[in-house]
């Protein structure tokens, strides 16, 4: 859910028409761009001088004797403060990297890797299209996957549906869907209902086809009692079903499903929104274009392969099919998300969950600034704050500062100075970070710091891809204790004699969260509380 700012190309030598106005528009709207590369600095010199982009990239790392190429990349994290990337690739080998530092991949199918971009998570067939994908991911997956996670109980899978009419993109936001929750952390199990066609004699033994198709198509009993029921019942699911080979019309295609508490199921396919499967899903999405799309879709797709008598079927069979399940069923009307993918570029969210996470919030932050030092002065004269803290010094702007930190000041009413609060010891490349959080005196127990730590992990988990934020804290500070376990963070063991206070080493508690963990967590149900407030 959170923005992929920087982006990692490994160049061919070869500058394709549109890669100038890409690597413009890229530069232009900020994001932090960068060459990873296993060529030489000489060779990757010669390139950007020869044409001319050495101005576009901020970051860029050649071949170094000894470190891998995933190495690099996580050198390039670091040096850019991001939790990840988007690799822009031709070679499997590139995206082999992205997925084993969780990054999201683009694959140039006009490169020079032959097939290797179709394992990438997503298909550029032109310069601007990188442009393209990157804005789709940052603004179009970023709010779906959002959405998504609103449903998300803490300990339960949580089934979502995806259906819309034939050739209206199902298939291919599903798995660039899948793949963008599995890079944010989460498990996540693709359902395909075409996967669960029955035999051709099941399928067509009803005279009426329209019918037939809509009755017999698809084995819902083996959806049900295989997948859907006993993943609603148990909560888990861990099996091997042998499903028909829809060419061959025979069942010789295994196919193995895997899904726990913390899975993220996709179920995909036409006529889904009926019963027995609609009882099941905790989540509905439909995918809408017009009939007249569809028909140039299959052009497109099938006219090449089958001629006329595609669209014929099309029309006399398909579409019929589709408005008569419209009709009886109302899948748009019963849907929570539906998507304008009328043009499948430039997908459009047209209804969803509303996302308003202000309303309601006591305090805010603001960036530490020189005018708020001396309030963080006055607030660590305290003798309880110093000893919480564990400062011998006072701090300096500069101390708050730096690629490796996020500081706040916490205010009330945009202007009354309540406290600080930080992630601090990031390391972008493990995405992890340390909190502390200091409350000045007259404004404790008052629920500020409550407030405050749970605005600061919905920040570090939503806007910063951070995946584990960490803390200590003293054992004789039972308030504090009690307040992070309620939020959900998890004892870890204890630093024994840690800290010298009062002229006695004390313990130190170590709890941890993770994003995966705050999902269902007291401070995501209240996210969710305000949001579906309005």
């Given at each position: ?95 082999e990297v992205a997925d084993n530092t969780s990054c999201l991949s683009i694959g140039i199918s006009y490169g020079r890797g032959q097939s290797d971009y179709k394992a990438a998570d997503f298909t550029a067939e032109h310069p601007m299209d990188i442009h393209r994908l990157v804005k789709k991911i940052n603004e179009f997956y970023k ?15 949580l089934l979502v549906g995806i259906n819309g009419v034939d050739t209206s993109g199902k298939t291919t936001f599903t798995k660039e869907l899948s793949r963008y929750i599995s890079k944010m952390g989460f498990k996540t199990q693709t359902i395909l209902m075409d996967d669960f066609h029955n035999p051709s ?334």
């Amino acid at each position: 859910m959170y923005n992929y700012k920087t982006i990692i190309f490994d160049l061919d030598g070869i500058l394709y028409d549109g890669t100038i106005n890409m690597l413009h528009n890229l530069k232009k709207e900020n994001y932090t761009l960068c060459i990873c590369t296993n060529c030489s600095k000489e060779y990757i010199e010669e390139i950007l001088d020869t044409f001319d982009i050495r101005k576009y990239f901020t970051i860029i790392k050649s071949k170094v004797q000894g470190l891998t190429k995933a190495q690099l990349i996580k050198q390039t994290l670091d040096e850019s403060s991001s939790c990840s990337a988007i690799i822009v690739g031709s070679r499997a080998m590139d995206f082999e990297v992205a997925d084993n530092t969780s990054c999201l991949s683009i694959g140039i199918s006009y490169g020079r890797g032959q097939s290797d971009y179709k394992a990438a998570d997503f298909t550029a067939e032109h310069p601007m299209d990188i442009h393209r994908l990157v804005k789709k991911i940052n603004e179009f997956y970023k709010d779906i996957a959002k959405q998504i996670l609103q449903k998300k109980q803490k300990d339960l899978p949580l089934l979502v549906g995806i259906n819309g009419v034939d050739t209206s993109g199902k298939t291919t936001f599903t798995k660039e869907l899948s793949r963008y929750i599995s890079k944010m952390g989460f498990k996540t199990q693709t359902i395909l209902m075409d996967d669960f066609h029955n035999p051709s004699q099941i399928r067509n033994k009803e005279r009426d086809a329209i019918l037939s198709y809509i009755n017999n198509a698809f084995d819902l009993s083996k959806i049900e009692n295989e997948i859907l029921g006993p993943i609603a019942k148990e909560g888990i699911l861990d099996k091997e079903l042998t499903l028909l080979d829809l060419e061959e019309d025979k069942f010789t295609k295994c196919k193995r499903y895997f899904v726990d508490k913390d899975t993220i199921v996709l179920v995909e396919g036409v006529l889904l929104y009926r019963e027995p499967l609609n009882k099941y899903f905790h989540l509905r999405l439909f995918m809408d274009i017009s009939f007249d799309e569809v028909l140039e879709r299959a052009k497109k797709r099938d006219g090449a392969l089958f001629g006329d008598k595609v669209i014929e079927r099309y029309r006399t069979k398909y579409i019929p099919i589709q408005k008569l399940y419209i009709e009886k069923y109302d899948p748009k009307g019963i849907s929570d998300i539906i998507i304008d993918n009328e043009d499948y570029n430039n997908p459009k969210i047209i209804k969803g969950i509303a996302c308003d996470k202000s309303k309601g919030e006591k305090i805010g932050f603001e960036n530490i600034q020189e005018k708020h030092m001396t309030e963080i002065t006055k607030m660590l004269e305290d003798d309880d704050a110093r000893e919480m803290v564990g400062v011998v010094t006072f701090p300096s702007l500069e101390d708050y500062k730096g690629n490796n930190n996020i500081c706040y000041a916490i205010l009330v009413d945009q202007q009354q100075f309540v406290g600080v609060v930080e992630l601090f010891n990031i390391s972008w490349k493990n995405r992890r970070a340390e909190l502390s959080i200091t409350i000045k005196p007259s404004m404790r127990g008052k629920g500020y710091g409550h407030e405050a730590v749970k605005k600061i992990l919905e920040l570090g988990f939503e806007v910063h891809g951070i995946n584990r934020i960490w803390l200590r804290v003293l054992e004789t500070n039972k308030k504090a204790i009690n307040l992070y376990e309620k939020l959900g963070f998890v004892q870890e063991g204890i630093c024994r004699g840690e800290s010298l206070r009062g002229g006695k080493f004390i313990n130190q508690i170590q709890m941890s969260m993770l994003f995966s963990e705050w999902i269902g967590g007291e401070g995501y149900e209240d996210y969710k509380l305000l949001t579906n407030s309005r």
